[in-house]
C-alpha cells in the first residue's frame, strides 16, 4: 500500500477562525466540539 499525502493540508479558514475567536474569548463554553467532521 502506498499512501500519498497533499501538498498542502490543514484546517480550512471557518476552522482556524474558529479557534482564533475561542482563543480570544478564553471564557467561554460551546454546547458541542468546536471542529467537526
Known sequence: ???ELA???GFC???KRAIEIAEEHKNS???GPL???
Open 1 to 3: 500500500m502506498k499512501i
Open 7 to 9: 501538498s498542502s493540508y
Open 13 to 15: 479558514y471557518g476552522v
Open 29 to 31: 463554553f460551546t454546547y
Open 35 to 37: 471542529i467537526h467532521n
